[in-house]
């Protein structure tokens, strides 16, 4: 199971940093994904890491958000920096590019204007 954790309330131009963890080898060895889901909005891609370090972003976050990989700590991160109110949603991790069939509780992300 991948565990999220990170977010808070941060007024807009601010920066937040985001966790995902999971104790498994496939963890490991697969691409890991962040996905966010704002109030009545479908569930979108935001940055997605390889097994190898490749990274791939979507285009409204390009160049202010980076995902990277701790493999000794079996973790991914997401580190968010000039944020804007439209970023504002529950941040989720998953596989990539097909997400496992359960998804955690999430971590909730407020931008302020």
């Known amino acids: 199971q991948l565990v999220e954790s990170g977010g808070g309330l941060v007024q807009a131009g601010g920066s937040l940093r985001l966790s995902c963890g999971a104790s498994t080898r496939t963890f490991r060895i697969n691409a890991i994904a962040w996905y966010r889901q704002a109030p009545g909005k479908q569930r979108e891609l935001v940055a997605a890491i390889s097994s190898g370090g490749s990274t791939d972003y979507a285009d409204s976050v390009e160049g202010r958000f980076t995902i990277s990989r701790d493999y000794a700590k079996n973790t991914v991160y997401l580190q968010m920096n000039s944020l804007k109110p439209e970023d504002t949603a529950v941040y989720y991790c998953?596989?990539?590019?097909?997400?496992?069939?359960?998804w955690g509780q999430g971590t909730q992300v407020t931008v302020s204007s």
């Open positions: 998953n596989y990539h590019p097909v997400p496992g069939p359960y």
